[in-house]
Antibody
Framework: QVQLQESGPGLVKPSETLSLTCTVS????????WSWIRQPPGKGLEWIGY???????SYNPSLKSRVTISVDTSKSQFSLKLSSVTAADTAVYYC???????????WGQGTLVTVSS | EIVLTQSPGTLSLSPGERATLSCRAS???????LAWYQQKPGQAPRLLIY???SRATGIPDRFSGSGSGTDFTLTIIRLEPEDFAVYYC?????????FGQGTKVEIK
């Protein structure tokens, strides 16, 4: 059973960089693509981007200029950095797994990140 | 980008009734790469249906998906109390991956 756990600061100041890490257990990090998805309070889901074990990435064009997703296979972790954040980036951030051309089958529990001074 | 539009926004039904949720895509979804998720308050989404009509592991057979091209449907026959939640469709055939805005199934 694949398990994912997000970690990182719950509060980020405007204009700073949001940084989150997802730790994977129960599966080889080389077996899947690894995504970040976010959900503003009371709103719908937005895919941010994904990475695979060799570091190939794909990002949502709406966020591409501010997003970096990286992977550390030795730690079975992948990470999200979102720069120049504003209040509009306040959301629950989920990490999730998927195979190529497949849906998101496993999800972390999500972590709320609030952007506020 | 493929825009997914779900209808209705809210469905008010009683336990035991049938729910029919619609998801319409702005362009054809490749190879029926369309999924449905269920989300309850404070929880992550759970995969219900993939490939437009295949149930994910452990999903009861009262959930079924159908459709192709640009029109997709999620049907829940005989709603159980635990089925009242928000449902999202999502396409994974093209980038960026996109979600519908959700349909809330609430108790009437």
């Amino acid at each position: 059973q694949v398990q994912l756990q997000e970690s990182g600061p719950g509060l980020v100041k405007p204009s700073e960089t949001l940084s989150l890490t997802c730790t994977v257990s129960g599966a080889s990090i080389s077996s899947y693509f690894w995504s970040w998805i976010r959900q503003p309070p009371g709103k719908g889901l937005e895919w941010i981007g994904y990475i695979n074990y060799i570091g190939s990435t794909s990002y949502n064009p709406s966020l591409k200029s501010r997003v970096t997703i990286s992977v550390d296979t030795s730690k079975s972790q992948f990470s999200l950095k979102l720069s120049s954040v504003t209040a509009a980036d306040t959301a629950v951030y989920y990490c999730a797994s998927q195979r190529a051309f497949a849906p998101f089958d496993y999800w972390g529990q999500g972590t709320l990140v609030t952007v506020s001074s | 980008e493929i825009v997914l539009t779900q209808s209705p926004g809210t469905l008010s039904l009683s336990p035991g009734e049938r729910a029919t949720l619609s998801c319409r895509a702005s362009q054809s979804v490749s190879s029926s790469f369309l999924a449905w998720y269920q989300q309850k308050p404070g929880q992550a989404p759970r995969l219900l249906i993939y490939g437009a009509s295949s149930r994910a592991t452990g999903i009861p057979d009262r959930f079924s998906g159908s459709g192709s091209g640009t029109d997709f449907t999620l049907t829940i026959i005989r709603l159980e109390p635990e089925d009242f939640a928000v449902y999202y469709c999502q396409q994974y055939g093209s980038s960026p991956r996109t979600f519908g805005q959700g349909t809330k199934v609430e108790i009437k």
